[in-house]
């Protein structure tokens, strides 16, 4: 039997692969996005419990552009996938807040909110937070020559308060970092404009019809999307370059190009290959959606997001303990605004955890502990928004079990490894990172990922 060929393959149908595959298929590649499970979307997809649909992994569209700004990342991104704006329908935060013990800031899309709160809480560094946000606009950061360059350190070269520094940093580690105790500084500035300067959104009905829109648009140019088809093993020639794939059912399709959003560690798996210790990810979450019986507001959760802690140097590393309430992120998604953003009374809570621990759980402690945990979590949050359990009609909430089995992501690391390839390269000739790990972050920014290995590897004269 012959093996079916491809101008290329593509690894995972979410955000990344979607984008990869309508831009490949835009211009004439025979082209097939491989997905393990039943729906698409990756770290951003949805599912169903007791009749209502769930959002797994959206918080909020970061970079947030309306149609005027032509030269923001989403509009060049709307550009490239020939996507219109007014089809994402998109509602804005409304007011968001950084609580780190006793300092409040918050901030909007409008960003002279934030400069005022940082006048108020911090006026001796005024002048400061205006250097730091000219030197944030001023940055070219994809041409650094160094990727791992310190996100706090830049920080600290325009700021003396370390109360300011760790209130910013918060945000930037809970939005994209792989990186234990600190962030990139290259994804700093990348993440401080995606959430303060353009600032964030939320598609109306959460991510599946941006899901929906994507998947349409790919295969209205005419690429094929497999779902239920795993990907077993890259096929490689004896000189060691990609050739294929073998599918989890052993059949094998035959492509030269091979772009993966598997992962760093995971692609080189996939492909026979080892990988340093320093490379496999050990950042997980635990997550609680309640849905209330009533508007998030109503009972003084007044914020569309609260990033909070209770100290003033919160750890941002993988917890001894199952869980680490000692930070987070509360989302109230129906704080957006705009009618039918999304169900009345829904707040999320995203906390640290240990993978570790939570994938040797045999089943009946996993659900003793998921129990336990879900409802700590709810308490730790409580005094920076709301205690939703009074008013809870539904739970939902997922672990790093949750995550490794859904997405493959060794130990159920949400951002990867915290070595990033801006240049794609997995190591193996014909194999092109996509997605988390080469190093964008966000929804706009996987995306983006997407769009940029594409036209780099995949678009060339072949």
């Known amino acids: 039997m012959t093996a079916d060929r491809y101008d290329a393959l593509v690894i995972g149908a979410g955000m990344s692969g979607l984008a990869a595959g309508i831009r490949l298929a835009q211009f004439g590649r025979r082209v097939a996005i491989l997905e393990r499970h039943a729906l698409w979307g990756g770290l951003n997809s949805f599912y169903k419990r007791g009749g209502r649909r769930f959002d797994s992994g959206l918080h909020a569209l ?29 509602g804005e935060q409304g007011r968001s807040r950084l609580h780190l013990a006793d300092v409040r800031l918050d901030f909007s899309n409008d960003f002279a909110l934030l400069e005022a709160e940082v006048a108020r809480a911090f006026p001796a560094q005024r002048t400061q937070f205006a250097s730091f946000v000219r030197a944030v606009r001023e940055a070219e950061p994809f041409t650094t020559v160094d990727p791992s360059a310190s996100g706090r350190a830049f920080l600290r070269e325009h700021l003396t308060d370390e109360d300011l520094v760790e209130a910013l940093m918060l945000p930037l580690c809970w939005y994209g970092s792989a990186r234990e105790g600190d962030v ?80 760093y560690v995971e692609t080189r798996n996939l492909c026979g290959e080892s990988s340093a210790p320093a490379d496999q990810g050990r950042l997980s979450f635990v997550e609680t959606q309640r849905v209330l019986s009533q508007p998030s507001a109503s009972i003084g959760a007044l914020h569309t997001l ?42 999320r809570v ?23 945990w879900e409802d700590a979590i709810c308490a730790a ?42 240049d794609g390269d997995s190591g193996v000739p014909n194999v092109h990172l996509i997605g988390t790990d080469q190093g964008f972050v966000g929804i706009v920014g996987a995306l983006m990922s997407g769009i940029s290995i594409a036209n780099r590897h995949a678009l060339v004269a072949q």
């Open 350 to 372: 995203t906390c640290l955890a240990n993978p570790e621990t939570w994938c040797a759980y045999d089943e009946a402690e996993y659900r003793t502990q998921k129990d336990r």
């Open 306 to 347: 609260v990033f909070f802690s209770d100290s003033l140097r919160p750890a941002w590393r993988r917890p001894e303990e199952p869980v680490d309430l000692s930070n987070g992120v509360i989302a109230c998604s129906d704080n957006y605004a705009g009618n039918e953003i999304a169900p009345r009374g829904l707040m």
């Open 184 to 263: 990139d500084a290259y994804q700093a500035i990348i993440l401080f404009r995606a959430i303060f300067l353009e600032g964030l959104a939320r598609p109306r009905g959460g991510i599946k019809p941006l899901l929906d829109l994507l998947v349409a648009r790919y295969k209205a140019e005419g690429g094929e999307l497999r779902t239920h088809h795993g990907v077993e093993s890259v096929l490689r020639d004896s000189r060691g370059a990609a050739r294929g794939v073998r599918l989890d059912s052993g059949d094998e399709l035959l492509s030269d190009r091979i772009l993966s959003s598997a992962g």
């Open 381 to 422: 949050a409580a005094p920076y928004a709301a205690d939703p359990r009074p008013l809870t009609t539904q739970v939902d909430c997922f672990t790093p079990r949750t995550i490794t089995h859904y997405t493959g992501h060794t130990g159920g690391t949400v951002y990867g490894s915290p070595r990033k390839r801006l």
């Open 62 to 90: 970061t970079n947030f552009a309306r149609p005027e700004s032509k030269t923001a990342p989403l509009s060049r991104v709307l550009r490239q996938l020939r996507l219109r704006f007014d089809d994402l329908h998109l």
